[in-house]
């Protein structure tokens, strides 16, 4: 029994207007999405009580907020939170890195 098609027009691309669904399908995204500024991907060495630490913290925060945050976001937070105490210009520059690294108070008469 014939359709009326030939093989040819069953591999034809369809042309004309799509119908409407009434269902709004988001843009797809292909890859990662695009980051807000510049960055470079740079790998570090944590102990592991560190990475525990960080475990813990998101799941806190999706207990608490519902929302899923990364090991990479959790630190990205830290080092912008940090970033403020350690702005070469400011007064307490010196005293906030000995704070975070005592072993350059050794040999210092403070």
Do not use: C, W
């Amino acid at each position: 029994m014939a359709t009326g098609k030939k093989a040819l027009d069953i591999f034809t691309p369809t042309t004309g207007k799509k119908a409407k669904l009434g269902v709004e399908v988001p843009e797809r995204i292909e890859g990662r999405p695009r980051a807000a500024e510049p960055y470079q991907k740079v790998t570090v060495t944590l102990f592991d009580r560190q990475i525990l630490h960080l475990d813990k913290a998101a799941l806190v925060i999706r207990e608490r907020t519902g929302q899923a945050v990364s090991r990479a976001e959790l630190i990205r937070a830290i080092l912008d939170k940090a970033a403020g105490e350690l702005k070469p210009e400011s007064p307490d520059f010196d005293r906030n890195v000995r704070g975070l690294f005592p072993i350059l108070t050794k040999g210092t008469d403070e």
